[in-house]
Every structure is written in C-alpha cells, then in structure tokens.
C-alpha cells in the first residue's frame, strides 16, 4: 500500500467498544455484530465468542477485554474495518473499560430496554465521555414484555444527558436492530485520523503470555506504521526488540503485512522478559522514537490485599512466575511476597476487589495448577502512631501494639446505589447497619431513586452487593468510587488455636461489633475444622484480653463409618472428597486448617451486627 492508499484506507476504520451495566447484553450484542459481518460462521458460532476463558462462559461474565476485527459491507457500497473491543461490565473491572475506551473513536452504550440506565451504565458512560468517545445509545432487550424502550430512552437523555433520538431498539437475542446499528458506526464514529508518516506510537492495552511467540501485545496504532522486522522500543522501560509478527484477531489470529495508524491489533516480538512489557506502555521505533510516549492508563490501585499460599510449600517459585504471568494479562493485579508464621511462604497480593479476588485464585488454579489457600483480604489500614509516623496496614496481623497506636484510620469510598423506588427503605437500611452516612438522594423518574452514601471500604467490599441485591430483589445496581480516610475506632481481633496465635486469621472490626464477631468466628471455626484425636481450644483476643473461647472435643470423624450398604463406590468417592478436602488444609502448629476457615471472617451474620 502506498501513502494515499493508507490514507484511503483510514477513512473506512471505525474503532469502537460496547459498554453497558453487567448483564443488559454487550456479549450477545456483540455475538450478533460477529454473525452479521460473516466474521465466524454459523456453525463456529456459540454463545458469547468473545468470552474466551472458561471461567467467563461457566460465569456468564466478561472478565476480559477482547478485541477482534471485522468486516462490514455497508449500504453505501464500501466495506468497513471494525475494530470491536468488548469490556467487562462489573464493578471490579472498570479499569478494563477504561483501557478498552482509549484505544477507541466511538462507544456503543448497551442499556436494558426493562431495567433502564443503572450504576455502571452512568460509571461507563463517564468513562467515555472523558475520552471523547462518540456515544451511540442502544436500548437492548425490546423483546422482553416488561420492556419499555420509550421510558427508558428519556431516562438516557434525563440521567445521562445525551441525546437518544437516534437510539438503535435492538434484541440482540432476537437479531434485531443490529444492522442499524453497524450502519450508526459507520456515520456517527469517526474514522480514525493519526499521521501515517509520523514515527511509530502504538498504546499498549493488553498483553498475554503465549509459551512459542513470547509476550503477545495487543496494540492501538496512533501514529505511524509497524511491520515485521522492524526494530521497536517500548518506552517505559526502554528495552527494544525486532518485530516477528503483526496481525489483527478475527477472532483468531491473522498475520498481517503492516498495522498502520488507526488499526488495532496484536505485535509479537520474541519477549521473553515478561516485565518488559506493561499494559499502558507505548510502543515506538527504535531507530527514530517518538518524542512523547502516548498518554498510559490511572495506575490502579488495589482495593483489598490479601494472602495467596500454596498449600504444598515447595511450590512457592510456581507460585511467583503464575503471579508474574497472569499480572501481564491482569494489570491491576499486585503481589509481594509474604511470610506467615502459619502459612509460610506467599505472596499479599491486590485486588480491585472479591470477584476480582476469585477470578484471580482460579485462573492460578486453572491456568498454572495450583493449589492454594488464600486468607481473608482486608483494605489499607492507615495506623497513627504514639511516636508520630504513619504505619500502612494491609495484612491485619502487621497491625502494632494497641499501646503504640494514637488511632487507626480507614479508606471510606462514595456509594451511588440506583433502585426502584419500593426499596429505598430497606436499602437506607443495609447501608445504614454498614455504617454508613447518608450524603443524598435523587428521584431520578418516578421510578428510580438515586442515593448517595459515605460508606467505610471494608463494609462495602465483602458481600454488600449480595445483599444490596437480596434486599431489592435484583433490582438495585451499585457504583462506588474511594474518597478519603476517616478515623475510626477499630482494634485488631486475634485468634488462637491450641493457645498459638493463627497470624492468618487476625482481622480487624469495629470496637462495637468485635465481640460479636469474635464469637460468630470462634462458632463457625469450630464448625469448619475437623475434630483430631485431641481438644482444641479456640480462643478471640484483643490484645492479651481474651474475649471468646470454646473447645473443639477430641475424636476424628470417620466419613465412611456410617456406610452400611457397602458400596464400594461411594466409599471410594467419600474417601476421595476427604483426600482432596485435605489437601486444600494447612497444618497450623499440631491442627489441620482448612481452607474455609481463612475465609471465615468475612462472612458476618448482619442481622445481628448490633444494630447499626
Ligand atoms: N430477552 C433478551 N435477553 C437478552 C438480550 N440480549 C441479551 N440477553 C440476555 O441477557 C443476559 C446477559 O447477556 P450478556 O450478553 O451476557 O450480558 P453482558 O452485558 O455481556 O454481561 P457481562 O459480559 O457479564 O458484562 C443473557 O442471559 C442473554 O441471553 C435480548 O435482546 N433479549
């Protein structure tokens, strides 16, 4: 291709993301959008292609970011270059829109035609409108019989403030309305319009670790072309590499001869050094740089920290090269290595937040075949000391001495909780027993309310979405962002097995709640760790001050014992569940601990949390 021909080119990409609220239907959306331009055919098609990870299609979520090229014919004769980059819709993983919408001219806003604008509808559309994304709203789900797309349309328009005249009606079930929508992309999103004789600037938004080509970039071309053979330099951290491959995924990989700017795609350079690369670095050339890096990605920062173990201790080194691949992959994920006195070698590793968490500790499972135990996570901790110093908390065993502490602060995050206007009460209600301070409140139709709390991190964090969504049938939807630090009146519950202080299971509570939740731990513990051929004592302490103890009465358990037909089967199955229960334990001093009981902190009985 020569220069007019790239130019002539460029007017006929369209880059753009789907954003929405979780489940009002970007997968399907976009399954259709793949259908549509023939970019898999019929019988490759299933549902949610661009979920790729197995852990998405069993969850039915996006987690990742995914970018695929594709075809289209439009009505006006010419065909199209889509660069389509799905985003994940849940709260934990905005920062994955965030670097999805960077690489981006224009936004597709998925909203449900019943449910309306929710929480990360708002939260997302910011997002783009921050980077100056055309917004084309589609109001999706128009099959379903409680869907009221007119209502919803002026809600767009009220809510967010755009306008929604235009607005596509789709069922991305159904097939419908997506071939108005292609055609929307084609006129409202601009084509792309980076110099193509500049020196090369690619953005860097994800990355994957591939075992034959190294590290696989996946890149925005803002500027520039880059072609195989081609010596490159990634600006941050300087190291330079020559080009093997470059291509586009549709959805597999397809090699091509160039990128050029405007097109998003993949660079493969034999990189080895997996801290070479971060996502959010800019990719230029070597022999004639680009004098600016393009502008990266907000760092992050982890919301709860908590300890990832192997169960088996010689796996440790495992253990740090899966952590360092996956962060490739996962630029949000954290990790530093840790020692417990219970648990020995790990690592206390940050997460956006609990699915976050989740996905994290399955993928190490899955992908790297671990097997791991992983202590309840807890937020930064922020403790004023007597000698005048600041001391960051993030593993609630590090916490010093009461004698040494003048007071302990906490991070507070702002809440915006959406919810029918039937719930508000008991929504007030939840947020109010998490200690939260009511800001404001909206009634944004006659419908919906918008209410606005100050709420401590940690109560927020754990199972508030649970039970927010418990509470409200479903219906409410949650945003919330990290404001500041409050001081509060919190003290450091450790618990003892067997008279040894367990450092993995210490946490840290609300004076008002501890003995409570001193006791609801000791209970559940005793329910969770398996009786041995002698007592247990399990003792809650603040401080020296033993507030709760009780005993685990000696006598194992034998789970086969009660099988009178003499299946051998199930007797071998039982034994089976009770080999690989053990596995999952730790020994901890003379007691076996398993899994369940690291996490048992965290699940608090609310009813009872005093009240308040
Ligand atoms: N009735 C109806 N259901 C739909 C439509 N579009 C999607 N759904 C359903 O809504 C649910 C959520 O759809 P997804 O496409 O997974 O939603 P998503 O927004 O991608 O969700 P995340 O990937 O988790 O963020 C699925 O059960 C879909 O089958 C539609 O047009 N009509």
Not at 305 to 330: F, I, M, Q, S, V
Not at 509 to 534: C, M, W, Y
């Amino acid at each position: 291709m020569d220069l007019e021909q790239m130019k002539e080119h460029q007017q006929y990409i369209r880059n753009f993301s789907i954003v929405a609220h979780i489940d009002h239907g970007k997968s399907t959306l976009a399954d259709r959008i793949l259908e549509l331009t023939d970019t898999v055919a019929k019988r490759d098609m299933q549902d949610q292609l661009l979920d790729n990870m197995d852990l998405e299609r069993e969850r039915g979520i996006t987690i990742k970011l995914n970018a695929v090229e594709l075809q289209y014919k439009a009505e006006d004769g010419h065909t199209y270059e889509f660069h389509l980059i799905d985003t994940p819709g849940h709260v934990d993983f905005s920062y994955e829109v965030s670097r999805s919408l960077a690489a981006c001219e224009g936004a597709v806003l998925v909203v449900d035609a019943a449910q309306g604008v929710e929480a990360q509808t708002l939260a997302n559309v910011y997002l783009a409108l921050d980077d100056d994304l055309e917004i084309l709203p589609v109001i999706n789900k128009i099959d379903l019989p409680s869907a009221d797309p007119e209502r919803v349309r002026k809600e767009v328009e009220d809510v967010i403030g755009i306008d929604a005249s235009d607005a596509v009606l789709a069922s991305a079930k159904q097939g419908i309305g997506i071939q108005e929508l292609l055609e929307q992309i084609v006129h409202k999103v601009p084509a792309p319009d980076g110099d193509l004789t500049a020196p090369l600037r690619a953005l860097v938004f994800d990355s994957i670790y591939d075992d034959y080509r190294g590290v696989v970039l996946s890149v925005r071309v803002f500027e520039g072309t880059v072609k195989p053979g081609d010596k490159i330099k990634l600006m941050n951290s300087g190291s330079e590499y020559e080009v093997t491959e470059v291509g586009v995924n549709s959805p597999d990989p397809i090699k091509r001869d160039m990128l050029m700017a405007g097109e998003v795609g993949y660079i493969t350079a034999s990189i080895k050094d997996i801290t070479d690369t971060r996502v959010g670095d800019t990719v230029t050339g070597a022999a004639d740089p680009a004098k600016e890096a393009l502008p990266g990605y907000r760092e992050m920062a982890p919301m709860v920290y908590a300890g990832l173990y192997p169960t088996d201790n010689a796996k440790y080194g495992d253990l740090r090269e899966a952590l360092e691949k996956l962060k490739l992959n996962d630029a949000a994920l954290e990790f530093e290595p840790e020692t417990s006195q219970a648990l020995g070698f790990g690592f206390r590793a940050g997460f956006l937040g609990m699915l976050h968490m989740d996905v994290v500790q399955e993928r190490l499972e899955r992908e790297f075949n671990l097997d791991l135990i992983t202590t309840a996570p807890s937020v930064t901790y922020h403790a004023n000391l007597t000698d005048g110093t600041q001391k960051e908390v993030e593993n609630p065993s590090e916490m010093p001495e009461v004698s040494e502490i003048r007071n302990i602060e906490e991070p507070y995050v702002k809440a915006t909780i959406m919810t029918p206007n039937d719930y508000v009460g008991p929504v007030m209600e939840l947020c109010q027993r998490r200690r939260g301070q009511f800001i404001t409140m909206e009634y944004l139709d006659d419908y919906r309310v918008n209410v606005e709390y100050e709420m401590p991190l940690s109560e927020i964090i754990f199972d508030f979405f649970d039970k927010l969504k418990s509470s409200t049938k479903g219906y409410a939807s949650l945003d919330y962002e990290l404001d500041d630090y409050q001081q509060s009146d919190l003290v450091k519950i450790d618990i003892l097995l067997n008279g040894d202080k367990v450092d993995a299971l210490s946490f840290i509570s609300h004076r008002t709640f501890a003995e409570k939740r001193g006791r609801d731990i000791v209970t559940k513990l005793k329910g969770i760790i398996p009786r041995q051929n002698f007592e247990i004592p399990i003792q809650a302490a603040i401080g020296a001050k033993i507030i709760v103890r009780t005993n685990i009465r000696a006598y194992r358990k034998d789970v086969t014992a009660k099988i009178h037909t003499g299946d051998p089967d199930r007797r071998a199955k039982l034994l089976d569940k009770q080999r690989r229960g053990k596995e999952r334990m730790k020994s901890v001093g003379t007691v076996d601990v398993p899994q369940e009981a690291f996490m048992a902190v965290l699940q608090t009985d609310e009813e009872d949390n005093g009240g308040k």
